[in-house]
């Protein structure tokens, strides 16, 4: 008689959640599946696809012999995005996380004008990000931006190029992600609040130095949000896009040639996108998109066993 | 209960796959098969859909009355006119749509990069039974129009006025320089361009004399090599960029040029203007270049920014020791063609054949956008009313050493990216050995292909 109102309980409650469940297969599931099948094939979306066994990922990483190229056949620009994806969580996620963090910490000090000062902060965040990148691509023009204008009368300093110089091309995106970091800083802002005051009190009174404070106390406790904003910021950085894409399109005035200058914009996400939209390399393109997660996958995964040793949780979750 | 779970689970499962295989599996069957019937004597009423990727809205119009022609002609056939809002999507999105079976009756495409994969993958239909049945004869068109428009012996497109590209000259400048005609040779494009340019006193620069660059307004390293009768591709179409003579002389006049500016100096001043393309604000409407690669819209742009530029404009210089290529160009514009598994294709040749040759369509098109006309009698019609300047591109288009660049392939156009991005590495003075560059581009080129052809 138990098992069969248990039994019950669970298909409502599949019930419930297959809206959920269909839609998560037949448009989740079912096309990763697809694309891990088309990454063993070539593909073009026009003919039906042809199995070729591991030829794309041995064209990826420049391994073994394929058919119909010569020996040592190679992606050109695999290696290339692979850097410059790197780059920018190498770069973009310890900055960020700082930023923020130190900007919430100054959000918490001002007695008056506190929701002004947090409205303006986290202004940029609601920005859409392509009419973002575009007003960076005009404040960064080498000669007409602002922003050179500035660093001009500064003595001895020659302004970069920006988006027109590989060197600095990937730092003007730095600075267009910082412009945008209100809502990591809102996180932040809602992490310090939470810390217990009686911590703080108790600190002081073993006579401990700001730096103490914020070593022994403030940073243990906001752990869990930092490790939250660096997870989601790897992720995000692995997918790189949207900025890079529109500021090279419009930098450029050219549509659909991505990561100039030189190549220096070329993201993972855009080599891959190119791949599959331009050139019709699905198959290709599929390989490379599951490369993508796997490395993904791990670097989550790594972050998540190590988190145990760093990550505190006041709560008291196991 | 476990086992019931998982029955749940896979039959979900079972049939998202399905949906998903059945989406692949119309992606491979087509529509109505597209024979031409022996004559289109049926008058039944018929809609007919067109895609086009105009999306001003001036444009749009333009098109829209251009057609009216059409509708009088054929009053049985009712035209759907879709406008496709992205451009730069539009190719793809047709290309998927073909594949699922939901295609337009008639395509209108600014993309020539894509008949190669349009005729290859079959994607359009071969119009030459319908160019039989009515003695419907190509050379009513430049040569050129062949270069963009049929692939593989299939004639999958026809031209819908065309782009054709040359230099623009300020004569104000040359005047003022002592330069009395327009470069006809590159070493005397790279002594104009010194003379002309103008530098502030920090050494940057104020009026550039040319910008050798990729993409300042369209230029690539395919043109200059052009002018020296560079080919991407040998007569078995494999890449030659590494041993055809021309690529690398073109390449070293380009730095040349680029050197004598001094890299950091022309990148600035490039990056100042480039991307002001389209826009009033453009480099040599507002006078900040004395010459400029351009296509034929610019006049029409030059007319609507009612910029204050004097202006003629020539063919692109040839190389000294190849004068034969003086006059000729690339070109390429507009496409129509009816796409695999359209419903009405008998209708839509009518449309095919109306938007490519009707004399009075093409002209007047060519007056509302400034583009280049494709018939030998629009290009010749009184009603055309195009500046003096416009001629140039006519004669660019009608040249027979004028093509379509890059040339068409079963692939696309990507592999072009290739050679871009080593000519952008090579004029910042990063390339040491040009030669092994040019070979390697050569054989990334060749993967490339491959990896699109398949095994």
Not at chain 2, 390 to 401: A, R, S
Request: include cysteine; charge should be neutral.
């Amino acid at each position: 008689m138990r098992r069969r109102s248990a039994r019950r309980k669970y298909g409502i409650v599949l019930l419930m959640l297959s809206p959920w469940i269909i839609g998560f297969l037949a448009f989740t599931l079912g096309p990763m599946l697809l694309s891990l099948f088309w990454s063993f094939t070539h593909y073009d979306m026009s003919s039906s696809a042809t199995w070729i066994g591991l030829d794309n990922y041995k064209f990826m990483f420049g391994i073994g012999h394929i058919k119909g190229m010569a020996t040592g056949a190679h992606d050109p620009y695999y290696w290339t995005s692979v850097r410059n994806t790197l780059w920018i969580i190498a770069f973009g996620v310890p900055l960020r996380v700082l930023f923020a963090m130190v900007t919430a910490m100054l959000l918490t000090r001002p007695k008056r004008g506190v929701n002004t000062y947090r409205t303006l902060f986290f202004m940029p965040s609601m920005a859409p990000r392509v009419a973002a990148a575009l007003v960076f691509v005009f404040l960064l023009n080498p000669t007409t931006g602002p922003v050179n204008h500035l660093l001009n009368l500064i003595p001895g300093v020659h302004a970069p190029g920006w988006f027109y110089d590989p060197r600095w091309s990937k730092p003007a995106l730095l600075v267009l992600g910082l412009w945008g970091v209100g809502d990591a800083i809102v996180i932040y802002l809602a992490g310090l609040l939470n810390v217990p005051r009686e911590l703080y009190e108790a600190i002081s009174i073993e006579g401990a130095s700001a730096w103490q404070r914020f070593r022994n106390v403030t940073l243990p406790m906001i752990t869990p949000v930092i490790f939250f904003t660096l997870i989601m910021g790897i992720i995000d950085g692995f997918q790189y896009f949207d900025q890079a894409y529109i500021a090279g399109n419009a930098a450029s005035g050219q549509n659909a040639v991505l990561g100039r200058p030189q190549n220096s914009l070329l993201f993972y996400g855009l080599w891959l996108y190119q791949q599959a939209f331009r050139f019709f390399h699905l198959g290709y393109a599929s390989a490379m998109a599951w490369v993508l997660f796997i490395a993904t996958m791990t670097c989550t995964v790594v972050l998540l066993v190590t988190s145990k040793r760093w990550v505190h949780y006041g709560g008291g979750f196991q | 209960m476990k086992r019931r779970l998982l029955l749940y689970f896979a039959l979900v499962a079972a049939l998202a796959l399905a949906a998903s295989l059945a989406l692949v599996l119309a992606a491979g069957c087509g529509g109505k098969k597209s024979t031409p019937t022996s004559t289109s004597g049926s008058h039944a009423p018929v809609t007919i859909t067109v895609w086009h990727p105009w999306t001003v809205s001036s444009e749009k119009k333009g098109f829209e009355n251009a057609v009216a022609g059409f509708r009088q002609q054929y009053p049985w056939i009712t035209l759907k006119i879709v406008p496709y809002p992205n451009s730069d999507e539009f190719d793809t999105n047709l290309i998927k749509n073909i594949n699922a079976g939901t295609p337009p009756d008639v395509m209108i495409s600014f993309g020539p990069d894509y008949v190669g994969k349009y005729a290859a993958d079959n994607l359009l239909i071969d119009l030459k039974p319908y160019m039989d049945r009515d003695s419907f004869a190509m050379d009513q068109f430049a040569p050129a129009a062949l270069s963009y428009t049929a692939f593989q012996g299939k004639q999958v497109a026809l031209p819908v006025l065309t782009d054709a590209y040359g230099l623009y000259y300020n004569k104000d400048m040359f005047a003022k320089a002592g330069i009395s005609s327009p470069p006809k040779t590159m070493s005397e494009l790279m002594t104009d361009a010194k003379k002309l340019t103008v530098r502030n006193s920090d050494g940057s620069i104020a009026v550039a004399g040319f910008v050798p660059l990729l993409d300042f307004n369209e230029i690539g390293p395919a043109d200059f090599a052009h002018a020296w009768g560079g080919t991407y591709f040998d007569a078995n179409g494999q890449p030659h960029i590494g041993t055809d003579p021309a690529w690398a002389s073109a390449l070293t006049w380009q730095k040349q040029l680029v050197d004598w500016y001094g890299y950091s100096a022309i990148t600035d001043f490039y990056g100042t203007y480039v991307d002001k393309e389209w826009t009033s604000q453009q480099a040599f409407e507002t006078g900040k270049v004395a010459m400029c690669w351009d296509g034929e819209w610019r006049t029409a742009m030059i007319a609507n920014d009612k910029a204050n530029v004097n202006y003629g404009t020539a063919p692109f210089p040839a190389a000294d020791d190849h004068p034969e290529m003086y006059g000729s160009g690339r070109v390429g514009g507009t496409i129509t063609g009816i796409p695999r598994g359209a419903q009405h294709p008998d209708e839509a040749w009518l449309l095919v054949k109306y938007l490519s040759t009707s004399t009075d369509f093409l002209v007047s098109l060519a007056n509302g956008l400034g583009n280049v006309p494709t018939t030998k009698a629009s290009a010749a019609s009184s009603a055309l009313h195009l500046v003096p300047q416009f001629q140039t591109f006519i004669d660019v288009w009608n040249n027979p050493k004028s093509g379509f660049s890059p040339p068409l392939t079963a692939t696309g156009s990507g592999y072009a990216d290739i050679l871009n991005s080593f000519d952008e590495k090579w004029v910042s003075g990063k390339v040491s050995d040009l030669q092994a560059g040019l070979t390697q581009v050569d054989t990334d080129i060749a993967n490339q292909l491959a990896l699109g052809t398949g095994p």
